[in-house]
């Protein structure tokens, strides 16, 4: 947890003398470009979730313009149970040009490239889910909870279906306002090894890659804005790929071919990048050798070819 890490942030300053200060310096930087949003009757609660079966959302995928969402923001600020509205994951770039000049971490200054996402909404709960890269989160405006796990933990936080997500990545279906221990009993094996941490306006936390967090915003007004950059370079796709590929192909296998292949994938991949090739002269190693994009482009094809065949 970094404290007062974007004090000096233009758009903090706005939020703490009120909501419409926050939302109308928004505005300000606006361009008018319609962008995604979800939308949620009251009785979602600010939880973008599923409905019952688990095969549909709750909310509805809509676009609009800021200055739209806002006004419906605004209008139930002081309603106990407002309708949805979040805006989540949108380039600041793209839809606020501007505002980065008073209201940004400049990771480029240090070679990062991690160009800031913003969120916006009111009382809504971002279920417990992961992100690949690594992320610090900033909060600007309001105040957020957020309950973080190891990544260990996948075992206990009953992950919910891959597709379809409210947010990209699969999400916890625990209640964590009300978990029903009953149906979800590991869970509580999960909160032993919870750490919470309540950020204020100005206040930003970093996450590590694949660390699960479950995110409360906790003013009828939130913004943030996050940072998600990658030690990998471009050219390395995403495991999640992988991980179809491993659920399509390994899964339902007799267990004593998953036991080995689960001991060939800790030798070729889970141990030491070196190890499977370092008996080799550099010229046989081939994939066994280090990943560069040359090599990167040959797998793609070679993957494409044969998944087409």
């Not at 407002?82 to 793209?94: I, K, L, R």
């Not at 699969?170 to 590991?186: E, T």
């Not at 409360?216 to 590929?245: C, D, G």
Request: aromatic content about 10%; glycine content about 8%; some cysteine.
């Amino acid at each position: 947890m970094l404290k007062g890490l974007v004090d000096g942030w233009s758009l903090v300053q706005a939020g703490r003398e009120s909501a419409r200060a926050a939302m109308a310096h928004l505005l300000a930087h606006y361009n008018g470009r319609p962008l995604p949003y979800s939308w949620g009757p009251p009785e979602t609660r600010g939880r973008p979730f599923y409905e019952d079966g688990f095969t549909r959302l709750n909310t509805e995928a809509r676009r609009g313009t800021l200055d739209a969402v806002l006004a419906d923001i605004a209008a139930h600020l002081d309603d106990p149970s407002p309708p949805t509205h979040y805006v989540a994951s949108v380039p600041v770039d793209g839809v606020l040009p501007g505002l980065r000049a008073s209201n940004d971490l400049d990771f480029a200054a240090h070679g990062v490239d991690a160009p800031p996402a913003i969120w916006i909404g009111n009382r809504i709960t971002a279920s417990c889910h992961y992100d690949a890269p690594d992320n610090i989160a900033c909060c600007a405006v309001g105040r957020r909870r957020f309950t973080l796990f190891p990544p260990a933990q996948v075992h206990n936080l009953y992950p919910g279906p891959l597709e379809p997500t409210p947010g990209g990545q699969a999400v916890s279906v625990v209640d964590f306002d009300a978990p029903d221990l009953a149906r979800y009993p590991r869970f509580a094996e999960a909160l032993a090894h919870a750490r919470v941490a309540e950020l204020e306006a100005g206040d930003a936390l970093f996450i590590p890659s694949m660390w699960w967090h479950h995110v409360q915003a906790l003013e009828p007004f939130n913004v943030l804005v996050n940072y998600w950059w990658s030690s990998m370079p471009a050219w390395i796709p995403t495991p999640m790929h992988a991980l179809y590929h491993a659920i399509w192909s390994i899964r339902d296998r007799p267990e004593r071919e998953k036991q080995a292949w689960r001991e060939i994938f800790e030798y070729y991949v889970f141990g030491p990048a070196e190890r499977a090739g370092e008996h080799l002269p550099g010229p046989a190693r081939g994939a066994l050798g280090p990943m560069d994009e040359t090599m990167a482009r040959r797998m793609r094809a070679m993957l494409i070819a044969r998944l087409n065949r």
